[in-house]
Each structure stands twice: as structure tokens, then as C-alpha cells.
């Protein structure tokens, strides 16, 4: 035989070797997929877009392939979802919003092998459902510290999306804080939309209720009602002298002339950190409540108003034993 064919033959041989080698190599790792179903449509500038500021967090930490539901469409979810196999199968579920409540509860019944991370929807978790609710008693409870130390009238009002247990921690708390300072102050309340959702994105008659509020005499409104708040700081820059507190982001910039403050939930980080859980294998099931003491609610100052600050943080101790207080009563009281 020929050294030179000898050598050729060598040759061949390293090359099949080699492509064996890199065939034998394993496949990438998929991307993990996650779907989430807000609770309106983005842009609300408040408690969803705090959702997705969460998921795009999440993004920047590692590669993931999202898939997006608004309430319109959120229905098609569960079949979509028995059509959906293998990689393209989602890794975790997240609902964010209250009315959810009993659809994912359901949906995680059913599917056993998906986590799912509720937002705001109180004790149905289970071991592939965590069930993560946000208290708002203690930082509406400051929000109503905070109203009766800057009204001129003592009289202040409270204007909700809708009626819900949710929102009457709201309710209760900002009640509550405003008459720790002022035991005879007067506290109105409203709800944009009494038995629906679409309390949350109907600005024209949140600015309704707070116009008519505002005729009444109130002077500060806390707004705890998603895109509709834009109505109620419509009412304060059409009203010199009255002020709003806003709520779930800082919305500060809205209105920085009569907006105080923000009581705000950290939405974004309970749903970034629920990301890095599920697929980091530290995820558990189960039932979380979390607050003021916990640091996922908080009031965040308007820079114009920061003179307030100062007195504000005298009360955030109180704030924080009152709403430990109010969640032990609630769960006295049961179901």
C-alpha cells in the first residue's frame, strides 16, 4: 500500500471521528417558557405595568420566551394549554389580579406538572400553586396618615376600581391611619364601577367621582384604581388645592404638582423573583401573605411634597404592628 494512501485513509478516518464527536454532542437547552395573564391591559401605568416591569427584570436575567394574556383573551388559555407539548409547554403560569382566583386554582388542579404563582389571590395555594397575596392595610394605613396630615378640610376620600375583599384592605387601612391622627376626620368612599372590573380602566368616571368629591369639600383622594386614576388626577389638575395619593408604582410624575405620594406594590418583584424560583428549582407551593413589614409595600414621595417624609416614617412602626393586628383579626374570623 502507497504511504500516500495510507495517509489520506488516516485522515478520513479523524474527520468521520470528528464529526462523530460533535453529533455525539448533547442539544442546547431550550428556552424556558412562561406564560402570564394580567389583570388589564398594559399601559395602566400602575399595577400592571408594575407586573411587567417584573417579567421584563426577569428577561434580563436570563433568556425566556413569554407569552402574554390580557383579560380579553385570557379564556383561551386552558385549551390553548392541553394543545401545548414538550418544549413549548410552560414552565410557569402567573395570574395577577384578584378575579383570577378560582381559574387558577383550576387550571392547577388540572395540570399538575406546570407551577403556577398567583398575585393577590388569597389561600388557594397548593404544592404546584403558590398563592402569593399582598396586603395593602399597612401602607394605605401611612397613605391615610399621610391624607390627614396634609388636608386643609379634614375631610378626604378614598376612590376604588371596585368593590372586592382586596380593596377593602385598602379601605380599611387608609380609614384607619387617617383617624389615628384625627379621630372625627370625615373619610368618603367611591368605587368607579361597583361590581366589575372595568372599574380599573374607566377614566372618565373615576374623574366623575372625584369631581364630585372634590364639590364636597374632600381636599386629598387617595386613587387606588389602575389606569382610572389618571381620571382622578384629571379632577386635581382641573380643582387648585387638592391633592391625590397615588397607588402600585410611584405615579408621582402623572402629576407632580397635587400628587403627595405612592403606595406602592412591588408587584414587579414578586413576579421577577417567582421567574428566577420556578426555574432555578427553589419554587414552593403553598400560601404567602406579605406587606408593609415584609418591604413589598411602601409609600414612595412626590420630591415636592418630600417635607412630609420625615413625619410619615414616625408612624411606620405603628403602621406595621396595626397591620399585623388586622391580618390576625381577619384570620379569626375566617373564610
Known amino acids: 500500500m502507497k504511504p500516500g494512501f495510507c495517509t489520506l485513509a488516516a485522515s478520513l478516518l479523524l474527520i468521520l471521528l470528528l464529526i462523530a464527536a460533535g453529533c455525539s454532542q448533547p442539544a442546547p437547552a431550550s428556552i424556558p417558557v412562561v406564560w402570564i395573564v394580567y389583570g388589564s391591559e ?24 413569554i407569552r402574554e394574556f390580557v383579560p380579553q383573551d385570557f379564556e383561551t388559555l386552558p385549551a390553548l394549554l392541553n394543545a401545548t407539548t414538550g418544549a413549548a409547554r410552560p414552565a410557569l403560569i402567573i395570574t395577577v389580579g384578584f378575579q383570577y382566583a378560582g381559574f387558577t386554582r383550576e387550571l392547577a388542579d388540572q395540570h399538575k406538572d406546570i407551577r403556577f404563582l398567583a398575585i393577590d389571590q388569597a389561600e388557594i395555594g397548593s404544592d404546584n400553586l403558590r398563592a402569593y397575596e399582598i396586603t395593602s392595610y399597612g401602607d394605605s394605613y401611612l397613605a391615610g396618615v399621610l391624607a390627614a396630615s396634609a388636608s386643609r378640610t379634614q375631610h378626604i376620600g378614598i376612590i376604588m376600581g371596585t368593590q372586592s375583599e382586596v380593596l377593602d384592605t385598602f379601605l380599611d387601612g387608609y380609614t384607619d391611619g387617617a383617624r389615628a391622627v384625627n379621630a372625627t376626620i370625615v373619610v368618603d368612599h367611591a368605587y368607579v364601577r361597583h361590581h366589575s372590573t372595568e372599574g380599573f380602566s374607566d377614566a372618565p368616571a373615576a374623574q366623575k367621582s372625584a369631581e364630585a368629591m372634590f364639590r364636597n369639600g374632600t381636599d386629598v383622594i387617595f386613587a387606588c384604581a389602575g389606569y382610572s386614576n389618571t381620571g382622578v388626577f384629571g ?11 397615588g397607588t402600585d408604582s410611584d405615579q408621582s410624575p402623572l402629576g407632580p404638582e397635587f400628587i403627595l405620594a405612592s403606595a406602592v406594590k412591588r408587584v414587579d418583584r414578586i413576579v421577577s423573583f ?29 420630591p415636592r411634597f418630600e417635607s412630609y417624609n420625615a413625619s410619615l416614617r414616625t408612624w411606620e412602626m405603628q403602621a406595621r404592628a396595626e397591620e399585623r393586628t388586622y391580618l390576625q383579626s381577619r384570620a379569626r374570623l375566617g373564610p
Not at 46 to 65: E, H, K, M
Open 274 to 302: 417567582g421567574i428566577a424560583d420556578a426555574l432555578d428549582g427553589t419554587y414552593t407551593g403553598g400560601n404567602v401573605t406579605a406587606g408593609l413589614g415584609e418591604g413589598v409595600t411602601g409609600i414612595v414621595f412626590n
Open 235 to 245: 379632577a386635581a389638575e382641573n380643582t387648585p388645592g387638592r391633592f391625590v395619593i
Open 42 to 65: 398594559k399601559g395602566d401605568l400602575s399595577y400592571t405595568d408594575a407586573a411587567y416591569q417584573g417579567l421584563l427584570a426577569a428577561q434580563q436575567r436570563q433568556a425566556l420566551t
